[in-house]
């Protein structure tokens, strides 16, 4: 596997939470590992300050891949 050398920022295109979950899609985007165009879906869970969840990245060189995926937000920590 094939990893960026250099981190990018990814637009969110769409995303809502209700009923204590997320949902949302990422533009599309020139994955790493193919060089090639894909769009990206996520799904996850907020529990807390903790948000767990699933993607599934779709593109015509790589096909389907999915995963999980987490984040926590830390307090006292100040937004980029």
């Known amino acids: 596997m094939v990893h960026a050398r250099q981190a990018q920022s990814l637009r969110i295109d769409f995303v809502?939470?209700?009923?204590?979950?997320?949902?949302?899609?990422?533009?599309?985007?020139?994955?790493?590992d193919c060089k090639c165009t894909v769009t990206t879906r996520f799904t996850g869970a907020i529990v807390g300050d903790t948000i767990r969840g699933t993607?599934?990245?779709?593109?015509?060189?790589?096909?389907?891949?999915?995963?999980?995926?987490?984040?926590?937000?830390?307090?006292?920590?100040?937004a980029p």
């Open 16 to 32: 809502n939470v209700s009923f204590g979950g997320v949902r949302g899609v990422l533009e599309p985007y020139i994955a790493p």
């Open 55 to 78: 993607f599934i990245t779709r593109g015509d060189v790589i096909g389907i891949r999915d995963g999980v995926w987490f984040m926590v937000r830390r307090s006292g920590q100040p």
